[in-house]
């Protein structure tokens, strides 16, 4: 049900009023940095966007965790009814960076954009959830359904802790909007993103000399080396599958021949069924050369989303919304995975992609572009209205 067009410049104009004000919040955000691994830091983080929060007026719950930061689950339009519905968004509130990076790229603001370590990725979706709720109330345009906003800890490390917890709302939610950064420079949706797993072939071979004994010896790195040919040959591009070797590790030292040997394998694929193919694949990978063990260990997998009918009905919503204010907007395929692909996995409509317009994401150069922040705050506030 889309909302009108006068509704939509009305809620643009209210996120204008606050641009400086989200890039003042933004570099609070930034500022207190939260690595995946630092659980007091992630902590100290969540209490900052907690305590936005509950300035809203929201019910905020703390799930604590013992390893990983603590989670926060936000709730909002509580006074909506279950068969009124639920709309799930979802953010992280961790980074990739180690801490102290803000010593070394600090928060500023230059040539239009704000400069540091999770602005893009994605302190920047944060701060633009703030805003859209901002608008909503200010306009008092309000939303019919429930909305939960989960902030988790441990994103960028794998969702081990919060997995559970995201798809169990997923399922009673009728959308899942995700606030990761956007793609490209003109802000497109991601509407399609790869599953992603990873591996791990261990090779056990018999050390000797290699001048004095060589045939003594199994060398683990020529069986890897071997067994990293069959990888290669499992890649098919055209079908959206990628199998690289990335971390590869043999040997103790040059006149010897290597006992051991192993690599770390990303596996990525476009289609969620490819995931079961590719984890058979791996599992024939039997020994080549005499006398050799070959372990192998799958790690996490995570399916892929793909464009199905309910993401792409999403993604019309949110065009038109944006067509409302006079801006085109695009989508996009990516590599990378995120928790909607959780999500979207369920089943559940899930759009992705709907953070901050910028780049540079886990690099020295992550930035955001400020003069998008209000008609992104304004998108996300339009969408919350009329799902
Ligand atoms: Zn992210």
């Known amino acids: 049900m889309a909302i009108k067009r006068n509704i939509m410049l009305t809620l643009l104009r209210e996120a204008q009023r606050r641009q400086s004000a989200m890039v003042k919040l933004l570099g609070e955000f930034v500022r207190c940095e939260s690595p995946s691994h630092e659980k ?58 180690p801490m102290g990076t803000i010593a070394k790229m600090p928060y500023r603001i230059a040539n239009g954009r704000a400069w540091g370590p999770g602005t893009f990725d994605m302190k920047g979706g944060l701060v633009l959830a703030l805003a859209a709720v901002d608008v909503l109330q200010a306009t008092q345009a309000g939303t019919r359904k429930r909305v939960i906003f989960l902030w988790t800890s441990d994103e960028e490390i794998g969702s081990e802790s919060s997995r559970r917890m995201i798809e169990s709302e997923a399922r009673k939610s009728d959308a899942v909007l995700v606030l990761e ?31 004095i004994e060589p045939e003594k010896g199994v060398n683990a790195v020529h069986e890897l080396a071997l067994q990293i040919e069959r990888l290669i040959k499992m890649n098919d591009l055209k079908r959206g599958i990628t199998v690289q070797a990335t971390v590869v590790r043999g040997g103790t030292t040059t006149n010897v021949v290597p006992d051991e040997a192993r690599a770390f394998v990303d596996l990525r694929f476009s289609k969620s069924e490819d995931s079961a193919r590719i984890q058979r694949k791996l599992r024939n990978l039997h020994p080549i050369l005499k006398g050799v063990r070959v372990k192998l260990r799958i790690g ?37 995975g995120s928790d909607g692909n959780f999500t979207a996995a369920l089943g559940v409509p899930t759009l992705d992609g709907l953070g901050t317009v910028g780049g540079g994401a886990h690099s020295p150069e992550e930035h955001i572009v400020i003069q998008k922040l209000p008609v992104r705050a304004a998108l996300i506030a339009g969408l919350l209205a009329s799902l």
């Open 300 to 336: 996490s997998m995570q399916p892929s989303l793909e464009r199905s009918a309910g993401v792409r009905g999403l993604f019309q919503v949110a065009q038109s919304l944006m067509r409302d204010m006079g801006y085109p907007l695009g989508e996009a395929a990516t590599g990378g």
């Open 181 to 211: 950064p956007s793609f490209g420079t003109d802000g497109r949706l991601k509407t399609q993103r790869k599953g992603v797993g990873d591996a791990e072939i261990i090779v056990t071979g018999k050390s000797a000399h290699a001048g």
């Open 40 to 97: 007091r830091a992630v902590d100290r983080f969540g209490r900052i966007v907690a305590t936005q929060w509950k300035r809203r007026c929201t019910q905020v719950d703390v799930i604590a965790q013992r390893t990983h930061g603590n989670h926060l689950r936000v709730e909002w339009n509580t006074e909506a009814s279950k068969k009124d519905g639920q709309i799930l968004v979802l953010g992280h509130l961790d980074t990739v960076y």
